[in-house]
Nanobody
Framework: QVQLVESGGGLVQAGGSLRLSCAAS????????MAWFRQAPGKEREFVAG????????FNADSVKGRFTISRDNAKNTVYLQMNSLKPEDAAVYYC??????????????????WGQGTQVTVSS
């Protein structure tokens, strides 16, 4: 069983930055492909960014390209999401997710086996 705990959410003005963290339990973190998703009220959950097991490969959704960066530290069992130039439309609950079944980054949430509880990001205009 893998437990994921997000932190770092909060209220920020448009144009500002936040860094989300997701700490994972277990001794095999480096075998998980990790991703961040988000869900705004009344909207479907959407993929934000994903990162390969080693961290050598990443993929961002078009909506966040050039503004968000996903990274991981396998020694600390943690994945990060650096969010810059935040916009009001980025406001959502952000979730990290892990897959142990798949070896590549997938944008479909059904490919992920474990989810965190979410952290709220609010962006004021």
């Amino acid at each position: 069983q893998v437990q994921l705990v997000e932190s770092g959410g909060g209220l920020v003005q448009a144009g500002g930055s936040l860094r989300l963290s997701c700490a994972a339990s277990g001794r095999t973190f480096s075998t998980y492909v990790m991703a961040w998703f988000r869900q705004a009220p009344g909207k479907e959950r959407e993929f934000v960014a994903g990162i390969s097991r080693s961290g050598g490969s990443t993929f961002n959704a078009d909506s966040v390209k050039g503004r968000f960066t996903i990274s991981r530290d396998n020694a600390k069992n943690t994945v990060y999401l650096q969010m810059n130039s935040l916009k009001p439309e980025d406001a959502a609950v952000y979730y990290c997710a892990a897959t142990v079944r798949l070896s590549g980054i997938v944008r479909d949430g059904r490919g992920y086996d474990y989810w965190g509880q979410g952290t709220q990001v609010t962006v004021s205009s």
